[in-house]
């Protein structure tokens, strides 16, 4: 499901979930039936437990989620010709989900009923697999129960081709998608980082920075990537805003975010692999100009840029994980300044958290993570309402947050979490100015999934 608020305070900034904290729904990162069928392999054959990804899964991602056992290839070119002349799947890559939650926060919302039963929560339908020999894809369509419709969700379509150039290695692939960080292969970044469930009914803090969610879903990316001798990884997409449910061509209307011109988004990263040991380091960044509710005039500009870690410890059957990622954000809200929507034009965001977990076989995980965003002070930009507003100005929210999963089966997922915060939208006490503390929003969150 969707992971993030594409909100902002105001026109721009504004309301988005914090990374890798708190969502609006659950990841779309997960073993897919349809890879399963298409490989051969059980969902543990690419993942420590669902969806982190281990070397196998990181692999079979760089070459475009083709990899395939031989009664399961497309069919083959005739002796006399290099190629078939026309290339069709012997089974559809089709893949979907079913999710059913419950939802507590210490202390009920205003006017709302505590302990919300969603049933479904939501339901994912995917097409994930090879198209073709070097084609294939990562595309999910999700009915969101709150919203009461089907809608568009990660896309992820890739094409690839692996070479040897000095007896070493060299992945070069080609990846158009709808959701900056969503090409990665590591389980830090915002799209895929932890926590891997997360509840779509608890209050989320207010801000956020662009590359943690803000564009998911509402623009369309084309990039290219590279892996050389499976150590050194490179990406580079370029967006455009695409507002899907929206009239085209784009008019800017009710938009938070219009790009101006092309939004690039880069990747670096290195890692070392070992018989027991996989570590990944890397640092990531994107700019952004926009237009808010409108496609000319003042700009908004942003530019973020943080470094990221992950480390991969296989302990006889089990696995430890350490990661950890940090971004900082500077903006010039020229437009927002000038609309009345932020109070001044220069800003500063920077958002950081560190998980741990443990893989216990692959039916069990549990894991611990401690998250931290603060930045600029703007009344305007983070202006006082119930619950979701900031009394101070102040965007600063730091907590902690749990997971602990089982699999029964390796497509039933059983998982709870819990979230707690020390401070919230700037405060500890009364953060909202409507009388809400910061430790009425911990949250106690179960979930259910089937996968199929």
Not at 29 to 57: D, I
Not at 306 to 313: I, L, V
Not at 335 to 362: D, I, M
Not at 364 to 386: E, Q
Request: proline fraction near 6%.
């Amino acid at each position: 499901m969707i992971k993030y608020l594409p909100l902002r305070t105001g026109s721009v900034v504004g309301i988005a979930a914090l990374s890798l904290i708190l969502a609006t729904s659950t990841r779309s990162a997960m073993a897919l039936p349809s890879y399963a069928r298409q490989t051969g392999l059980a969902c543990s054959g690419c993942h420590y437990t669902p969806p982190e990804l281990n070397p196998a899964g990181r692999l079979f991602k760089l070459l475009a989620y083709t990899q395939k056992l031989d009664n399961s290839t497309v069919p083959a070119a005739p002796p006399d010709k290099q190629r078939p002349a026309l290339q069709m799947l012997q089974t559809l890559p089709l893949g979907a989900w079913f999710e059913t939650s419950m939802t507590s926060t210490k202390k009920a919302q205003p006017g709302s009923q505590n302990a919300s039963f969603e049933f479904p929560q939501d339901i994912s339908l995917f097409l994930a697999g090879a198209w073709s020999d070097h084609l294939g894809s990562f595309l999910q369509v999700t009915y969101n129960a709150q919203d009461d419709h089907f809608g568009m969700d990660n896309t992820d379509i890739r094409y690839a081709r692996k070479f040897k150039v000095q007896d070493k290695d060299l992945i070069v692939g080609l990846s158009m998608n709808n959701n900056p960080t969503v090409e990665d292969v590591w389980m830090t970044l915002p799209n895929w980082g932890y926590p891997f469930v997360a509840p779509d009914s608890a209050p989320t803090p207010a801000a956020s920075a662009i590359v943690q969610g803000a564009l998911a879903q509402d623009v369309a990316g084309f990039g290219g990537y590279t892996m050389w001798d499976n150590h050194l990884y490179g990406n580079v997409t370029l967006y455009r805003s695409d507002h899907m449910g929206s009239p085209q061509p784009n008019a800017g209307t009710g938009a938070s975010y219009n790009i101006s011109g092309l939004a690039p988004y880069w990747r670096v990263a290195y890692q070392e692999s070992g018989r027991t040991n996989v570590f990944e380091a890397g640092m990531y960044g994107m700019h952004m100009s926009s237009f808010p509710g409108a496609v000319s005039g003042l700009t908004d500009d942003y530019t973020d840029i943080g470094p990221d870690f992950e480390y991969d410890r296989t302990i006889g059957r089990d696995v430890l994980s350490v990661r950890g990622m940090y971004v900082h954000e500077t903006s010039n809200l020229n437009a927002s300044a000038a609309a009345g929507t932020a109070g001044f034009v220069n800003h500063h965001l920077s958002s950081a958290n560190a998980n741990v977990e443990y893989h216990y076989g692959n039916r069990i995980s549990g894991a611990v993570g401690w998250f931290l965003t603060s930045g600029t002070a703007d009344a305007t930009l983070y202006a006082p309402a119930s619950v979701s507003g900031s009394a101070n100005g102040s965007p600063r929210s730091e907590g902690f947050s749990g997971n602990f999963s089982y699999w029964p089966l390796q497509n039933v997922d059983i998982s709870f979490q819990y979230n707690g915060y020390n401070r919230f939208n700037g405060g500890n006490t009364n953060y909202d100015g409507s009388g809400r503390n910061a430790a009425d929003n911990d949250t106690s969150y179960l979930l259910i999934r089937y996968i199929f």
